[in-house]
C-alpha cells in the first residue's frame, strides 16, 4: 500500500517589531519546512502595514503533494508608530522685550502635522537670560506617527538685574604672607596672601581692595599669589606673581600680573612654570624686583625656573642663565633679588645685584645645594654672570644646615639676611640673622652675624624666626617676627633701634590666663574688628597671633607699622614709643587692619529661611560662625564645642533654629543647637566604630541631615562602614540598611522621615527616618551633589558637574532624575526666594549654560538661566553657592580663599 501524504512540519519564529514605513520582506517573511516545496504569504513581501499588531499568513505547497499535504502557518507582528524627523535650527539672540513668532518658532517636520510651542507665538521675553523654546510636533496621520518634542536654546540679550558683591564681613581669615609699602607714594600698600589673592589700600582707599576677582575656574590657583613687585619709580606700576603649587600636578603653570594702573586692570602674562603660593616656604621673599634705574628691567626669583629676567616690563621673561640656580634642595630656590640702585645710573640697567637663594651649600647624596648669596656686576641681560658671594655663612659642619628665608637691603646699603633650618611657615627652630655690608668690589665685604632675641629660650621653649622687616629712612632699625613660638609666650615682634644690639618686644601681650608667659607686657591688641582672634577668650588674650612672617615699617612714618599672620593684619601708629629698644618701657597699640581683606576658605553655607541667625557657614581654619549681621565680625566669635570647621550642617526646615553639624578630627563629632548656631551641645553618643583623631586624620566628619520636624537624623561618617540613623536626638544610633557607607545624605525639605542618599552612582531613599533606604536610580555621574528644594516633596536636584544638572522627572514619592537641557556643567546648585509672585524657589548654579560659565539665576525651575556675574567677579573655583529664602535675588559664594561672597540685585 502507498502510504498517505505526511504534514509538514513549519518552523516559523515570532518577527521582531517595526517601524512604520518598513515593507514585509524575507526578514519577516522566512518560515521554512522539513520538506520541499513553496511558501505563500499574506500580506505579501512588498507590504506596508499600519501601525498596531497583524496577522501575518504563510502558505505551503509541498514539491510532492504524494508525500506531503499543503499546510498554513500563521504568526503576528508589531509595526511601532514611526518617528517624524524634526529639524529646529538654534534661532539667533534676541533682545529683552522682543515677541517671539516664526523667525524663531521655525521648526520642520519630514511629514504633514502641526507645532505647539512653548513660550507661544506672541510671548515678549523680559528677562536676559538663556531661555528654553520647546516644540512639541503632532503628525497629521496619528494612526501611524508618534508625536515628538524637540528643544533648543535662545538667548536673550539686554539689561537684566544689575548684581553687586561684597563681602560677608569675617575680616582676615587667613595667611597674610607679604605686605608692602610704595617706597615712592604714601599711604600706598599691598598685601599678598596664599591663597586668596592680593590687595591694595591707596590713599583714596578706605579699606583694603581685592585685585583677582576676575580670576576664573579655569585658572583657579591664580588666586594665590607667590609675589609683590612694585616700582620704585612708578607708584602706578604693578607686578604680581600668582599660581599656588610648584611641584603639584592638579593645577596649571603660574602668570605675571602686570598692571599700569594700581591693580584696576592686569595684563596676564602666561609663565612656562609652576609658582608656589601656597607651599611650604610661601613665608619667604621677596621674589620680584624692578630695577630702580632702568625699571623696564625686572627679576622674579622663582621656585623651579632659576632666576627670570624681563626686559620690557614683564611682557616677556627668560631665565637667567649665569645663575647657576635651577631649584634647591628645600623646594624655595630664588628666594629674594637686591638691585643696588647707588651701583649705576639712571637710564641704565643697574650693575650689581644680589640674589638671595634658599640654598644651604651642603652636599648631601651626592647633590651640592647651591649657596645662599650670590652677585652680578654686569645685571641687565640673561646671560650676565653671577658669582657667590664671599665670607657667607657656611653650614658644612650645622647639624641641620641652614639656608635664607629672607632677605632684605638697608637705607645704610646693607643687606640683612635671615636663614633658617626649615622652609617654614609649619615648623622653624633654628635660625641666624647676618649682615652684610659690601665691599667697593661688591663681591666681598664684611659679614656679621646679629644676636637674636630668645638665645637662652627665656621667652618661649623654640627659638624660630620667620619674617624680618627694616625702615627704609632710618638705618640700623629692625623688626623681627617669631615663628611656631608658641608656648609659654607665644609668638613675637621685635624691634632694634641699635642695629640688633638689643631687641625688645613690641607686640605680645601677658594674658590672665597665660600664667607662665614672661610678656613684659608693654603692647595692646585691639581685636574688636574680629572678635574671633580671641579664639573663645577674651579680648585681653589676644596677642601677637601666629606666623608673623609678613612685616612693614612706612618709609614716611617710622610710627606706622604692619604686620600679618596666619589669621590677619596688624597696624600700629605709635612703633617709635618702643625706643630706645634697650630700655624703653612705651606700650604699642595695635588694631586690626584687615578690613576688606577677606582669606577665608569657605566649605560650606547654609541660609536658614527665619530666625535670628542669617548664614550659617563652614571655614577652613577658623570653624565657621552663625551671622545676624552680614556687616560685622561675628561678636559671638566662631563656633565652639569643638572650634572645628564642620563638614556638614543641616537645620530642621519647619524650626530652623534647630541646627545640626558634624566635624571631622576634632570632638565632640556631632552636636546640636537649637538657638542658630550660638551655642552648641554634642550628641550624647556617637556611633559605633568612629576613629579617634589620632588614628585617623578623617575621624568622624562625612553628612549629617535631619527631619524637617526634627523627628530623626541621618548621619554617614567618614570613618565607619554603615551610614547610621537615629530617633531620639542622638542618644543612640542606628546602621541604616541599603546605603552605601560614606554617602552623601540629605533630607526632603517637606516629607518627614523621607532622607536621600548618593554614592558612587546610585541614588537612594528612605521613608521611614532612615533606617531603610531603596535604591531609585543607578548610572548618574559620580562625584555629584544632591540638593533638595523647601518647595514640595521630591524636589531633587543632581549638581551632575560636567554632566550637566539634573532634576526629578518621576513621582515625588519616586524621584527619577533626568538631564535638563541647557545646563552644559552643574559644579553647585543653590536655591532662594521666589520671585515676587512666584511659589518657585529661585535657582542659583555655578556651573556653563551653552558655552559660558558663570554664576546663573532661574526663576523658573531652570527653564531660562540668568548670568548674574561677570568677568570682574568670578573668585577662582568655587566651592559652593546657597540663596538667601529672605530676600528674593540674594545668594552667597562659598569661595576658595577670598571668603564669603554676598550678591545683591536693587532690581
Given at each position: 500500500?502507498?502510504?498517505?501524504?505526511?504534514?509538514?512540519?513549519?518552523?516559523?519564529?515570532?518577527?521582531?517589531?517595526?517601524?512604520?514605513?518598513?515593507?514585509?520582506?524575507?526578514?519577516?517573511?522566512?518560515?521554512?519546512?522539513?520538506?520541499?516545496?513553496?511558501?505563500?504569504?499574506?500580506?505579501?513581501?512588498?507590504?506596508?502595514?499600519?501601525?498596531?499588531?497583524?496577522?501575518?499568513?504563510?502558505?505551503?505547497?509541498?514539491?510532492?503533494?504524494?508525500?506531503?499535504?499543503?499546510?498554513?502557518?500563521?504568526?503576528?507582528?508589531?509595526?511601532?508608530?514611526?518617528?517624524?524627523?524634526?529639524?529646529?535650527?538654534?534661532?539667533?539672540?534676541?533682545?529683552?522685550?522682543?515677541?517671539?513668532?516664526?523667525?524663531?518658532?521655525?521648526?520642520?517636520?519630514?511629514?504633514?502635522?502641526?507645532?505647539?510651542?512653548?513660550?507661544?507665538?506672541?510671548?515678549?521675553?523680559?528677562?536676559?537670560?538663556?531661555?528654553?523654546?520647546?516644540?512639541?510636533?503632532?503628525?497629521?496621520?496619528?494612526?501611524?506617527?508618534?508625536?515628538?518634542?524637540?528643544?533648543?536654546?535662545?538667548?536673550?540679550?539686554?539689561?537684566?538685574?544689575?548684581?553687586?558683591?561684597?563681602?560677608?564681613?569675617?575680616?582676615?581669615?587667613?595667611?597674610?604672607?607679604?605686605?608692602?609699602?610704595?617706597?615712592?607714594?604714601?599711604?600706598?600698600?599691598?598685601?599678598?596672601?596664599?591663597?586668596?589673592?592680593?590687595?591694595?589700600?591707596?590713599?583714596?582707599?578706605?579699606?583694603?581692595?581685592?585685585?583677582?576677582?576676575?580670576?576664573?575656574?579655569?585658572?583657579?590657583?591664580?588666586?594665590?599669589?607667590?609675589?609683590?613687585?612694585?616700582?620704585?619709580?612708578?607708584?602706578?606700576?604693578?607686578?604680581?606673581?600668582?599660581?599656588?603649587?610648584?611641584?603639584?600636578?592638579?593645577?596649571?603653570?603660574?602668570?605675571?600680573?602686570?598692571?599700569?594702573?594700581?591693580?584696576?586692570?592686569?595684563?596676564?602674562?602666561?609663565?612656562?612654570?609652576?609658582?608656589?603660593?601656597?607651599?611650604?616656604?610661601?613665608?619667604?621673599?621677596?621674589?620680584?624686583?624692578?630695577?630702580?634705574?632702568?625699571?623696564?628691567?625686572?627679576?622674579?626669583?622663582?621656585?623651579?625656573?632659576?632666576?627670570?629676567?624681563?626686559?620690557?616690563?614683564?611682557?616677556?621673561?627668560?631665565?637667567?642663565?649665569?645663575?647657576?640656580?635651577?631649584?634647591?634642595?628645600?623646594?624655595?630656590?630664588?628666594?629674594?633679588?637686591?638691585?643696588?640702585?647707588?651701583?649705576?645710573?639712571?637710564?641704565?640697567?643697574?650693575?650689581?645685584?644680589?640674589?638671595?637663594?634658599?640654598?644651604?651649600?651642603?652636599?648631601?647624596?651626592?647633590?651640592?645645594?647651591?649657596?645662599?648669596?650670590?652677585?652680578?656686576?654686569?645685571?641687565?641681560?640673561?646671560?650676565?654672570?653671577?658669582?657667590?658671594?664671599?665670607?657667607?655663612?657656611?653650614?658644612?659642619?650645622?647639624?641641620?644646615?641652614?639656608?635664607?628665608?629672607?632677605?632684605?637691603?638697608?637705607?645704610?646699603?646693607?643687606?640683612?639676611?635671615?636663614?633658617?633650618?626649615?622652609?617654614?611657615p609649619d615648623t622653624m627652630a633654628h635660625n641666624e640673622l647676618w649682615k652684610f655690608v659690601p665691599s667697593a668690589g661688591w663681591t666681598t665685604g664684611t659679614w656679621t652675624q646679629i644676636s637674636l632675641p630668645n638665645n637662652e629660650f627665656s621667652i618661649n621653649i623654640t627659638n624660630g624666626y620667620g619674617g624680618i622687616a627694616l625702615d627704609p629712612a632710618h638705618p640700623g632699625v629692625l623688626l623681627l617676627g617669631s615663628l611656631d613660638q608658641y608656648y609659654p609666650t607665644g609668638d613675637v615682634i621685635y624691634r632694634s633701634n641699635d642695629d640688633g644690639a638689643t631687641w625688645r618686644d613690641v607686640s605680645s601681650v601677658k594674658a590672665p590666663d597665660a600664667p607662665l608667659s614672661v610678656s613684659p607686657g608693654l603692647a595692646t591688641h585691639d581685636a574688636s574688628l574680629s572678635p574671633w582672634l580671641a579664639f573663645g577668650g577674651a579680648n585681653t588674650s589676644i596677642s601677637t597671633g601666629n606666623w608673623a612672617t609678613a612685616i612693614a615699617i612706612d618709609p614716611f612714618n617710622p610710627d606706622h607699622a604692619i604686620y600679618g599672620t596666619g589669621q590677619t593684619l596688624w597696624k600700629t601708629s605709635?612703633?617709635?614709643?618702643?625706643?630706645?629698644?634697650?630700655?624703653?618701657?612705651?606700650?604699642?597699640?595695635?588694631?586690626?587692619?584687615?578690613?576688606?581683606?577677606?582669606?577665608?576658605?569657605?566649605?560650606?553655607?547654609?541660609?536658614?529661611?527665619?530666625?535670628?541667625?542669617?548664614?550659617?557657614?563652614?571655614?577652613?581654619?577658623?570653624?565657621?560662625?552663625?551671622?545676624?549681621?552680614?556687616?560685622?565680625?561675628?561678636?559671638?566669635?566662631?563656633?565652639?564645642?569643638?572650634?572645628?570647621?564642620?563638614?556638614?550642617?543641616?537645620?530642621?526646615?519647619?524650626?530652623?533654629?534647630?541646627?545640626?553639624?558634624?566635624?571631622?578630627?576634632?570632638?565632640?563629632?556631632?552636636?546640636?543647637?537649637?538657638?542658630?548656631?550660638?551655642?552648641?551641645?554634642?550628641?550624647?553618643?556617637?556611633?559605633?566604630?568612629?576613629?579617634?583623631?589620632?588614628?585617623?586624620?578623617?575621624?568622624?566628619?562625612?553628612?549629617?541631615?535631619?527631619?524637617?520636624?526634627?523627628?530623626?537624623?541621618?548621619?554617614?561618617?567618614?570613618?565607619?562602614?554603615?551610614?547610621?540613623?537615629?530617633?531620639?536626638?542622638?542618644?543612640?544610633?542606628?546602621?541604616?540598611?541599603?546605603?552605601?557607607?560614606?554617602?552623601?545624605?540629605?533630607?526632603?525639605?517637606?516629607?518627614?522621615?523621607?532622607?536621600?542618599?548618593?554614592?558612587?552612582?546610585?541614588?537612594?531613599?528612605?521613608?521611614?527616618?532612615?533606617?531603610?533606604?531603596?535604591?531609585?536610580?543607578?548610572?548618574?555621574?559620580?562625584?555629584?551633589?544632591?540638593?533638595?528644594?523647601?518647595?514640595?516633596?521630591?524636589?531633587?536636584?543632581?549638581?551632575?558637574?560636567?554632566?550637566?544638572?539634573?532634576?526629578?522627572?518621576?513621582?515625588?514619592?519616586?524621584?527619577?532624575?533626568?538631564?535638563?537641557?541647557?545646563?552644559?556643567?552643574?559644579?553647585?546648585?543653590?536655591?532662594?526666594?521666589?520671585?515676587?509672585?512666584?511659589?518657585?524657589?529661585?535657582?542659583?548654579?555655578?556651573?556653563?549654560?551653552?558655552?559660558?560659565?558663570?554664576?546663573?539665576?532661574?526663576?523658573?525651575?531652570?527653564?531660562?538661566?540668568?548670568?548674574?556675574?561677570?568677568?570682574?567677579?568670578?573668585?577662582?573655583?568655587?566651592?559652593?553657592?546657597?540663596?538667601?529664602?529672605?530676600?528674593?535675588?540674594?545668594?552667597?559664594?562659598?569661595?576658595?580663599?577670598?571668603?564669603?561672597?554676598?550678591?545683591?540685585?536693587?532690581?
Open positions: 500500500m502507498t502510504p498517505p501524504p505526511a504534514t509538514p512540519v513549519i518552523a516559523w519564529p515570532a518577527p521582531a517589531a517595526i517601524a512604520y514605513g518598513t515593507a514585509l520582506s524575507a526578514t519577516q517573511l522566512n518560515a521554512t519546512a522539513n520538506v520541499a516545496g513553496t511558501f505563500t504569504y499574506s500580506p505579501a513581501s512588498g507590504t506596508v502595514l499600519g501601525a498596531g499588531t497583524h496577522t501575518l499568513s504563510a502558505s505551503f505547497t509541498p514539491s510532492d503533494p504524494t508525500k506531503a499535504t499543503t499546510v498554513t502557518a500563521s504568526n503576528s507582528i508589531v509595526v511601532n508608530k514611526a518617528i517624524p524627523q524634526v529639524t529646529w535650527a538654534q534661532p539667533s539672540a534676541v533682545a529683552a522685550g522682543a515677541t517671539l513668532g516664526d523667525i524663531q518658532l521655525n521648526a520642520v517636520a519630514s511629514i504633514p502635522g502641526t507645532f505647539t510651542y512653548t513660550p507661544p507665538a506672541g510671548t515678549v521675553v523680559t528677562v536676559a537670560g538663556v531661555t528654553t523654546l520647546t516644540a512639541v510636533f503632532t503628525p497629521t496621520d496619528n494612526q501611524d506617527y508618534s508625536a515628538v518634542t524637540s528643544k533648543v536654546s535662545l538667548t536673550v540679550t539686554g539689561p537684566g538685574p544689575t548684581y553687586s558683591f561684597t563681602n560677608v564681613k569675617v575680616v582676615g581669615g587667613g595667611y597674610i604672607t607679604g605686605v608692602y609699602f610704595h617706597p615712592a607714594q604714601q599711604n600706598l600698600m599691598y598685601a599678598r596672601t596664599d591663597v586668596g589673592g592680593a590687595y591694595r589700600w591707596s590713599p583714596t582707599d578706605t579699606q583694603w581692595v581685592p585685585l583677582l576677582d576676575f580670576t576664573s575656574r579655569a585658572n583657579w590657583w591664580q588666586m594665590g599669589v607667590e609675589a609683590i613687585g612694585l616700582d620704585p619709580t612708578d607708584p602706578n606700576k604693578l607686578y604680581i606673581a600668582v599660581g599656588e603649587y610648584a611641584n603639584e600636578n592638579w593645577d596649571g603653570n603660574g602668570a605675571m600680573l602686570v598692571s599700569n594702573d594700581q591693580g584696576n586692570t592686569f595684563t596676564t602674562v602666561p609663565l612656562a612654570f609652576k609658582n608656589g603660593s601656597n607651599d611650604a616656604g610661601r613665608n619667604t621673599g621677596d621674589r620680584i624686583a624692578v630695577d630702580p634705574n632702568l625699571p623696564s628691567t625686572v627679576y622674579f626669583g622663582t621656585r623651579v625656573a632659576g632666576l627670570q629676567l624681563s626686559t620690557d616690563s614683564g611682557a616677556h621673561w627668560a631665565q637667567t642663565t649665569g645663575l647657576p640656580v635651577t631649584k634647591t634642595a628645600n623646594g624655595n630656590g630664588v628666594i629674594s633679588v637686591l638691585p643696588i640702585r647707588t651701583s649705576g645710573s639712571t637710564g641704565s640697567a643697574t650693575p650689581v645685584v644680589y640674589a638671595a637663594v634658599a640654598g644651604t651649600g651642603v652636599t648631601q647624596n651626592a647633590v651640592t645645594d647651591p649657596v645662599g648669596l650670590y652677585v652680578t656686576t654686569n645685571a641687565g641681560s640673561p646671560t650676565t654672570t653671577w658669582a657667590p658671594v664671599a665670607g657667607q655663612p657656611n653650614f658644612a659642619a650645622a647639624a641641620t644646615p641652614l639656608a635664607p628665608l629672607q632677605a632684605k637691603l638697608g637705607p645704610n646699603g646693607a643687606l640683612y639676611i635671615l636663614y633658617g633650618d626649615q622652609t617654614g605709635n612703633l617709635t614709643t618702643a625706643d630706645p629698644s634697650a630700655s624703653s618701657n612705651g606700650v604699642i597699640n595695635w588694631t586690626v587692619g584687615a578690613n576688606g581683606i577677606e582669606e577665608t576658605v569657605v566649605e560650606g553655607l547654609w541660609a536658614p529661611p527665619s530666625g535670628y541667625t542669617v548664614l550659617l557657614s563652614s571655614l577652613d581654619d577658623v570653624a565657621g560662625f552663625a551671622h545676624h549681621d552680614l556687616t560685622i565680625s561675628p561678636p559671638q566669635q566662631m563656633y565652639a564645642s569643638p572650634r572645628a570647621t564642620p563638614s556638614s550642617m543641616d537645620f530642621e526646615q519647619s524650626t530652623p533654629t534647630t541646627v545640626v553639624r558634624v566635624n571631622a578630627i576634632a570632638t565632640p563629632y556631632g552636636s546640636i543647637s537649637t538657638d542658630g548656631g550660638m551655642n552648641w551641645t554634642p550628641f550624647a553618643t556617637t556611633p559605633p566604630g568612629l576613629s579617634t583623631p589620632q588614628a585617623n586624620q578623617q575621624a568622624g566628619g562625612g553628612t549629617i541631615a535631619i527631619a524637617p520636624d526634627g523627628s530623626s537624623m541621618v548621619w554617614a561618617p567618614a570613618d565607619t562602614s554603615s551610614v547610621w540613623y537615629s530617633k531620639d536626638g542622638g542618644a543612640t544610633w542606628t546602621a541604616s540598611t541599603g546605603v552605601a557607607a560614606q554617602a552623601q545624605v540629605v533630607s526632603d525639605r517637606v516629607a518627614p522621615g523621607v532622607f536621600y542618599g548618593f554614592a558612587g552612582t546610585t541614588l537612594t531613599m528612605s521613608t521611614d527616618g532612615g533606617a531603610t533606604f531603596a535604591t531609585l536610580q543607578t548610572g548618574l555621574p559620580g562625584g555629584s551633589i544632591l540638593t533638595v528644594l523647601p518647595d514640595a516633596q521630591g524636589d531633587l536636584w543632581l549638581s551632575g558637574q560636567a554632566a550637566g544638572l539634573f532634576s526629578n522627572t518621576g513621582m515625588a514619592t519616586a524621584p527619577r532624575l533626568t538631564t535638563l537641557s541647557g545646563v552644559t556643567d552643574a559644579w553647585h546648585l543653590g536655591f532662594g526666594a521666589p520671585a515676587n509672585g512666584s511659589a518657585v524657589p529661585t535657582l542659583y548654579l555655578d556651573g556653563q549654560v551653552g558655552t559660558t560659565p558663570g554664576i546663573y539665576r532661574s526663576i523658573d525651575a531652570g527653564n531660562t538661566w540668568l548670568l548674574i556675574n561677570d568677568t570682574a567677579h568670578q573668585y577662582g573655583a568655587l566651592n559652593g553657592l546657597c540663596g538667601d529664602m529672605r530676600t528674593f535675588g540674594t545668594v552667597y559664594l562659598a569661595t576658595g580663599g577670598r571668603g564669603i561672597i554676598w550678591a545683591t540685585s536693587s532690581n
